[in-house]
């Protein structure tokens, strides 16, 4: 055995008895101060590196403290039994990340953090409106963009004019009432439905907000489009200038988005049918567009990477909504922090 085999050994033993005297003596913030320490458990329970997790709390701790509801918080490394503080921002900021990737039920996030269920959901609600007004949400990417007043400062945030839209589905438990609404034919289960648009970097610009699942994309889009403030319009206007339009790639979803916006640049695969086979040439133009459109599916990728997004929800419809732009922003602070061209949208935030 070598040297650094035996250095491992003896690391993973005595990170095992830390573990161990944890779960015999619990307290509020000790179990899940030695999983925010392990990069590899802060990675495996909240898709988080050191760096990005890093990032995220320092906010959160400015943010926090402009709240009425900061006192709930205790200092970090301190504990005052009998008050209301009964955990770290840290601590509380790694467990709402957790629920957002892992799914986690709330009374398993309870007993990591030695408290009740009430506490841990007052804890949660406040990090959620925290969270909301830190991350770089699809909602503010698209308010920054209907702020700005030149076609090439929005192609700074989209390269290109390039613009990629979809619609995705999250499962939900069958609703009591109005069952029919939210079943998709599609799906073959109960559904929430929502549009995502991103650009060729997947960077999030708008979120739609989720509707029921027998909804189709085209009524999505048509009910909630993106809210580009005057883009949008030039989207919608027919007299657009060639130099200011916006190439728009979409799927067979979206037959007659070109009646909606007719002041862009439609790519959007040509459908066959069985009297009308597509050419060799049409073929090969279907598969270009693919090419390009895959984009929108890799970003849709990122998302279901949370399990909150992926698993069956069980919250409600306005809940979907917010665990959406927080996942969302997730995954656009992600893009930012590796891409230094939208450096600069974390200052507008």
């Not at 590196?49 to 890093?54: A, D, E, Y």
């Not at 799906?187 to 989720?210: E, G, V």
């Amino acid at each position: 055995m070598s040297a650094s085999e035996r250095k491992l050994i003896s690391r993973l033993k005595k990170e095992n008895m830390q573990l161990r005297e944890q779960v015999a003596n619990p307290s509020s913030d000790a179990r899940i101060s030695l999983l925010v320490d392990h990069n590899d458990h802060l990675y495996s329970h909240t898709c988080c590196t050191r760096s990005k997790f890093n990032f995220i709390l320092e906010r959160f701790i400015v943010e926090s403290k402009k709240h009425a509801d900061a006192p709930i918080f205790s200092e970090d490394d301190y504990e005052d039994p009998g008050n209301r503080c009964k955990c770290s921002r840290r601590s509380i900021l790694f467990l709402a990340l957790t629920k957002l990737y892992r799914n986690t039920e709330q009374v398993l996030l309870a007993g990591m953090a030695n408290v009740d269920q009430s506490t841990i959901s007052r804890y949660l609600v406040f990090s959620t409106r925290i969270l909301l007004e830190i991350l770089p949400t699809p909602e503010k990417i698209s308010d920054i963009i209907s702020e700005t007043k030149s076609i090439k400062s929005v192609k700074k945030i989209i390269p290109n004019g390039e613009t990629y839209i979809d619609g995705t589905y999250a499962k939900v438990q069958r609703p009591t009432e109005n069952q029919e609404a939210f079943y998709s034919g599609k799906r073959k289960t109960h559904t929430y439905n929502t549009t995502i648009t991103s650009n060729k970097d997947h960077l999030i610009l708008d979120a739609s907000p989720a509707v029921e699942g027998r909804t189709v994309d085209i009524t999505m889009l048509r009910d909630n489009p993106p809210d580009f403030g005057k883009w949008t319009e030039s989207m919608m206007n027919p007299n657009t200038p060639k130099d200011d339009m916006f190439d728009v790639y979409v799927d067979l979803g979206y037959l007659g988005i070109e009646k909606l916006y007719p002041g862009v640049r439609l790519h959007r695969p040509i459908k066959s049918s069985k009297l009308r086979p597509l050419t060799m040439t049409q073929k090969e133009k279907n598969r270009q567009t693919s090419k390009k459109r895959i984009k929108i599916e890799h970003v849709i990728c990122r998302i279901k990477h949370y399990s909150r997004i992926s698993d069956v929800y069980n919250g409600l419809l306005y809940e979907f909504d917010e665990d959406m732009q927080m996942v969302c922003g997730l995954v656009n602070l992600h893009i930012i922090l590796e891409n230094k061209r939208y450096r600069n949208l974390l200052a507008k935030i």
